[in-house]
């Protein structure tokens, strides 16, 4: 569910994805350290906002992602709600929201908008990160970029 780019237009204006949350906001989320929010642009009209996070609470490093989904729109964020396997409706995050277990993402929905909160922290070859408390943590992350919206 990763996308990538400079900036979002949010209704008529364009607003860089690193606007949709903060830093200190990540901290709350996921703890330990956050670097700056760093635009990513890999995919042409669709960029996201990476925080680098050290030492956070789930006990690797990783990183924060928050991005508005181009293209989407309450029907879409509908039908992807319904058709996406294993999703998990999460309340109290915008007008809507579901978290994907598998991508370690929430998709929320504020009036017209449709955005992504993702947490990515990998232990390839280790344990696998604590699924509940990855979950909370990325909720956590939703819920700030619900309130920049």
């Known amino acids: 569910m990763i996308a990538a780019g400079t900036s979002v237009a949010l209704g008529a204006t364009a607003v860089s994805p690193c606007k949709l949350t903060s830093r200190a906001e990540v901290k709350t989320a996921f703890g330990g350290r956050v670097g700056p929010g760093r635009v990513d642009n890999v995919l042409p009209g669709a960029p996201t906002c990476h925080f680098a996070v050290t030492g956070s609470n789930l006990g690797l490093n990783g990183e924060a992602v928050v991005f508005v989904t181009p293209g989407q729109t309450p029907a879409t964020f509908a039908v992807a709600k319904k058709v996406i396997p294993g999703v998990v409706t999460v309340k109290g995050v915008g007008s809507g929201a579901f978290y994907n277990p598998r991508t370690t993402s ?16 990998l232990n390839p070859g280790g344990p696998p990160v604590n699924a509940a408390k990855v979950k909370a943590d990325v909720i956590k992350l939703a819920k700030s970029v619900a309130r920049h919206l």
């Open 106 to 121: 929430v998709e929320l929905l504020k009036g017209r908008v449709v955005a992504s909160a993702q947490g990515i922290f």
